[in-house]
């Protein structure tokens, strides 16, 4: 199936109100093209390098969205075009995007990404991290908080996945309705891959990161 087709298929899929994020990192710009030229206009990307790369060569209507391990000293380089970091795991982060956000005099939006798979590589806040990071009201005048995100462990069990997407949910349902009450902002759940998805859309999650879907296995 071509990705024009994938595209248009998953996105009939959807149910209203769920966003998708095409995540492209690591497929060249010809792919990106395809799925721009099919009317898909957010993508994710891991390197803010390669981000930089095929911002500069592809439409300036298209929303970037980071989504993998952001490194403080490459923040700079995505400050001034990002649109949603969905992978801030640290203070310290969160302070380098407020410092970078002021110098290029935007606000930048930001998800909170959330440690729930049982994989230790897997980054993130722990839910009470979180908890405390949001009690503390850290001053990040340039910076937008939208929500959560999460990745479930990689496993066939998916009992195991619902449950962890069930705690960042609830954890979400919990900030929406105490720290954000009344913020219009935070309303992000970033839950969901190619194999998980469709839990996590049961699960409450409205926008989903689909790579492999879309544009097939990808070469490292
Ligand atoms: C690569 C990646 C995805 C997409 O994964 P697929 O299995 O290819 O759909 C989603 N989220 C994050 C954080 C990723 O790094």
Same mark, same amino acid.
């Given at each position: 199936?071509?990705?024009?087709?994938?595209?248009?298929?998953?996105?009939?899929?959807?149910?209203?109100?769920?966003?998708?994020?095409?995540?492209?990192?690591?497929?060249?710009?010809?792919?990106?093209?395809?799925?721009?030229?099919?009317?898909?206009?957010?993508?994710?990307?891991?390197?803010?390098?390669?981000?930089?790369?095929?911002?500069?060569?592809?439409?300036?209507?298209?929303?970037?969205?980071?989504?993998?391990?952001?490194?403080?000293? %490459?923040?700079? =380089?995505?400050?001034?075009?990002?649109?949603?970091?969905? +992978?801030? *795991?640290?203070?310290?982060?969160?302070? #380098?995007?407020?410092?970078?956000?002021?110098?290029?005099?935007?606000?930048?939006?930001?998800?909170?990404?959330?440690?729930?798979?049982?994989?230790?590589?897997?980054?993130?806040?722990?839910?009470?991290?979180?908890?405390?990071?949001?009690?503390?009201?850290?001053?990040?005048?340039?910076?937008?908080?939208?929500?959560?995100?999460?990745?479930?462990?990689?496993?066939?069990?998916?009992?195991?996945?619902?449950?962890?997407?069930?705690?960042?949910?609830?954890?979400?349902?919990?900030?929406?309705?105490?720290?954000? %009450?009344?913020? =219009?902002?935070?309303?992000?759940?970033?839950?969901?891959? +190619?194999? *998980?998805?469709?839990?996590?859309?049961? #699960?409450?999650?409205?926008?989903?990161?689909?790579?492999?879907?879309?544009?097939?296995?990808?070469?490292?």
């Amino acid at each position: 199936m071509s990705i024009a087709k994938r595209i248009q298929e998953l996105k009939a899929s959807l149910p209203q109100g769920v966003t998708l994020v095409a995540v492209s990192k690591f497929h060249p710009v010809e792919a990106l093209k395809e799925a721009y030229d099919a009317g898909q206009r957010i993508f994710g990307e891991s390197r803010a390098q390669e981000l930089g790369a095929k911002a500069k060569v592809l439409p300036n209507d298209i929303e970037w969205h980071f989504i993998g391990p952001l490194q403080s000293n %490459k923040v700079k =380089e995505i400050a001034p075009y990002i649109h949603l970091i969905h +992978s801030v *795991d640290s203070l310290k982060l969160l302070n #380098e995007i407020e410092k970078q956000a002021a110098k290029n005099e935007r606000i930048i939006r930001v998800l909170l990404e959330i440690h729930v798979a049982q994989e230790e590589t897997k980054h993130g806040f722990s839910i009470n991290e979180c908890r405390e990071l949001v009690r503390q009201q850290p001053n990040l005048p340039h910076l937008q908080i939208c929500g959560l995100m999460g990745m479930a462990s990689l496993t066939d069990d998916e009992t195991q996945v619902r449950a962890e997407f069930q705690q960042v949910r609830s954890l979400f349902d919990e900030l929406r309705s105490t720290a954000f %009450k009344g913020t =219009e902002c935070f309303n992000t759940l970033s839950m969901g891959m +190619s194999h *998980d998805y469709q839990t996590a859309i049961e #699960e409450g999650s409205n926008m989903i990161r689909v790579g492999t879907y879309i544009f097939g296995e990808r070469e490292y």
